[in-house]
């Protein structure tokens, strides 16, 4: 018990510790549901083309992905198989058709965002078919209502797309048991900028991690890169 009190005790006075108790207080600058613009606005920060793709993109400001990225220079696509009138106010792209059967351009981009919600496996299939590539994707899966044979379907189509896990299993900032999305890299079409972040979440020991808000997987990548002077 002695010792297992000391070692608590120097846990709770680690700087890395004390950072992580209070990542939930800093404040989310994005249009988000967990973060998912601030982390490829953080990930891409050095690169030339800042480029995305947002499949079943739904409102286009209400917890857009992409609203952020757009806001902040990027250029790109979004497509829902409904209609909203608020993309006339965006610079975007916006498409209304199916992304199961829309014949998508062969073009690269910096960030797919994939939520589709039970045809999300679909659109990552048609995906590619169309012979489009990503560098970082953030791909909905709803374990925690769709159950697990659509996560296992989505693990092997991403495996076949040339994806790597970055973090698995990304939970809802206001209800943890929320487990709905995983987000991928793609190592091959990466930057050697890219790379050298992906390389710094290595050191840390947390890439391919799992069980974190998005907000908590910000943070690591932010602290990673300081402490590695990125």
Wanted: hydrophobic content about 35%; glycine content about 4%.
């Amino acid at each position: 018990a002695l010792t297992f009190n000391i070692i608590n005790m120097i846990i709770k006075d680690d700087w890395i510790y004390k950072k992580f108790k209070s990542i939930n207080q800093e404040p989310v600058t994005g249009y988000s549901q967990t973060c998912q613009d601030e982390f490829a606005l953080e990930f891409f920060k050095k690169s030339n083309h800042k480029r995305y793709l947002d499949v079943g993109s739904g409102c286009p400001c209400c917890m857009s992905n992409t609203l952020l990225l757009e806001k902040n220079g990027w250029t790109g696509t979004c497509i829902d198989f409904k209609d909203y009138m608020g993309y006339k106010e965006r610079s975007c792209e916006f498409i209304k058709d199916d992304a199961t059967t829309y014949e998508f351009d062969p073009k690269e981009y910096e960030y797919i965002s994939i939520d589709t919600d039970e045809n999300t496996n679909a659109s990552v299939k048609n995906l590619i078919k169309c012979n489009v590539k990503a560098k970082f994707a953030t791909v909905e899966h709803d374990l925690y209502c769709a159950g697990e044979e659509r996560k296992k379907q989505q693990l092997e189509l991403m495996s076949e797309w040339g994806a790597t896990m970055l973090f698995s299993n990304i939970q809802h900032k206001d209800d943890i048991n929320v487990i709905y999305e995983d987000w991928y890299i793609f190592e091959e079409n990466i930057s050697d900028e890219v790379k050298c972040q992906i390389d710094n979440l290595k050191k840390i020991n947390v890439f391919g991690s799992g069980f974190r808000t998005g907000q908590q997987c910000l943070w690591l990548l932010k602290m990673a890169n300081a402490m590695f002077d990125y």
